[in-house]
């Protein structure tokens, strides 16, 4: 423990650097850290780093997604509902077998069963990877949301993928009827089991007397506890959490107060970023132990690494007919929901931005890694470390090639007229606050036009304030008058939740009005 703390401590350390060396750089920063744990694993004396591959399953994986599936609106989920399915589930089996083919075909002793191993390691593109890029250019919300949206549900196809290849290497069969049975399983069982336990956890911050420090401390645990429980089940743990942290994310306003809210975001902010660069820093300095199986198993770098090349291609020009694919069939049958691009033309130069967006990362290093040293019956398992070191090709490749080149192509092929979207944000806040304007005034006169007559202070909250700094602090925010605007305050949450019902407005806007509003109502608790 000892020897293992400083390493952990300076991993954390270097981590913050380097995620600050990319800002100033404006690069995202898990390519650095990859880059970073790939030099840094070079260096003599240091110790080879071994990964026991339930602790990135386990350990990373529930809180990450977890955090992603709060952060994503759920109501461009549902609007693009379609294409996002399309790619977490269509798409990723497609490339999938795309990689079985060419692997069967052309590295040899790979079977078909090992080729679908590959292909559903390989086959997700990475949440944190993309959203770690895009951070640096402008897109609209339609495409983000489609990429977030598309990262929560392809972990759990991909390893539903996985679990199965993983068997007919193991058995040498495949029984279709069975497969398909486990298949909707898994999906049914661990959605339902992650919307039960959503509720539940719900209704346990709601009746019990919890604080801020007590509601975090519970959003920690509970990701976990649904992977756990969903898995124990033998169903998705990854659809167990999203469908979970979806439940709980829309129902955050009745469940936590202000405070919690407030903190939450930032513990959590904080805690998904060690994470997140903890493991991409692991990616690099994993190469070592992947470079010595190659060594054992007598198969040449060279080799090894056109073979990585030949995958990555085979990735990004499967993702790339997928993403023209289902614009296609987007037009053909739902033409009114085809996101748009600045014009006609451009419009026609999405998919291959989309296509171009497949950086890989976290799931499929876990997924290599999980694969078994040997099988039932005692056998080396076939091609092991072959596949572990293309995943990591796969991995280092999209990073350092998509990654670098995506913002560029985004600017340069002027995909979208930021000039309109800024436009349309400008006016939809100046809906929002004058709607807002008008719902205090009417909820003031309606709620308390008798309260009015007579008192300073709720005068000056009927005039929105003007005169606060003329006022004595007593007279302005006496306790009656405290009451009244925090309840005023909860009365313009209902009327921004109401308010984002409405398809055309942007729920990114929506949660900035009520964090400004948590903030509110915390401040007056000072007063």
């Known amino acids: 423990m000892h020897t293992i703390l400083p390493f952990l401590l300076a991993m954390v350390a270097a981590v913050v650097l380097l995620e600050m060396w990319a800002a100033k750089l404006k690069i995202a920063y898990p390519i650095l850290l990859v880059v970073a744990g790939l030099l840094i694993s070079f260096i003599p004396g240091l110790p080879m780093v071994k990964i026991n591959p339930d602790l990135i399953f386990f350990i990373f994986l529930p809180p990450l997604l977890f955090e992603a599936s709060w952060a994503i609106s759920f109501k461009e989920m549902k609007k693009w509902w379609r294409i996002i399915g399309s790619f977490a589930f269509l798409v990723v089996f497609f490339t999938a077998l795309s990689v079985a083919v060419v692997a069967n075909h052309y590295i040899p002793g790979f079977t078909i069963a090992l080729g679908f191993l590959l292909g559903g390691i390989v086959a997700p593109p990475d949440a944190v990877s993309t959203g770690a890029i895009t951070k640096f250019v402008k897109i609209p919300k339609s495409t983000s949301a489609i990429l977030e949206g598309e990262s929560l549900l392809n972990d759990a196809s991909s390893l539903i993928i996985f679990r199965f290849a993983l068997v007919a290497v ?102 998904v970023f060690i994470l997140n660069g903890l493991v991409f820093l692991i990616i690099g300095l994993e190469l070592p132990e992947i470079e010595n199986g190659l060594r054992v198993e007598g198969i040449p770098l060279s080799t090894a690494i056109g073979y990585g090349v030949l995958v990555t291609a085979v990735l990004i020009v499967a993702r790339i007919i997928s993403a023209y694919a289902a614009m296609a069939a987007t037009y053909i049958f739902r033409p009114s929901v085809v996101p748009r691009g600045g014009s006609g ?18 799931v499929s290093l876990a997924a290599a890694l999980a694969i078994p040293i040997t099988l039932d019956n005692g056998a080396a398992f076939p091609q092991r470390n072959l596949i572990l070191f293309i995943t990591f090709v796969v991995i280092l490749l999209t990073l350092l090639v998509q990654g670098l080149t995506l913002p560029y ?6 995909v979208f007229d930021h000039s309109k979207r800024e436009e349309s944000h400008r006016e939809t806040k100046l809906h929002m606050k004058q709607g807002l304007k008008q719902h205090i005034y009417q909820f003031l006169k309606d709620k308390h036009e008798n309260e009015l007559n007579g008192q300073a202070g709720m005068e000056r909250l009927l005039k929105l304030w003007e005169e606060r700094a003329k006022a004595a602090e007593d007279v302005w925010m006496n306790e009656k008058t405290k009451a009244v605007f925090v309840e005023m305050l909860e009365s313009q949450r209902r009327y921004l939740v109401e308010l984002n019902k409405d398809p055309k407005i942007d729920e990114e806007i929506i949660r900035e009005q009520l964090y400004q509003l948590d903030l509110e109502e915390e401040r007056l608790k000072k007063i």
């Open 409 to 414: 192509f985004i600017n340069r092929s002027r």
């Open 170 to 271: 193991g058995t040498g069969q495949f029984i279709w009827q069975e497969a398909a049975m486990s298949f909707a399983w898994m999906v049914v069982g661990g959605t339902g089991i992650g919307l039960l336990l959503g509720w539940i956890f719900v209704q346990v911050h709601k009746r019990l007397p919890t604080d801020a420090s007590s509601d975090i401390a519970l959003t920690l645990i509970e990701p976990y506890f649904m992977y756990w429980l969903a898995e124990q089940l033998h169903c998705s743990g990854v659809l167990a959490v999203v469908s979970g942290g979806l439940l709980m994310s829309t129902r955050r306003l009745v469940f936590l107060n202000s405070a919690s809210r407030i903190m939450g975001f930032s513990v959590w902010e904080s805690f």
């Open 345 to 362: 033309g451009r419009t026609f130069l999405l998919p291959l931005i989309l296509g171009w967006s497949g950086m890989r990362g976290v």
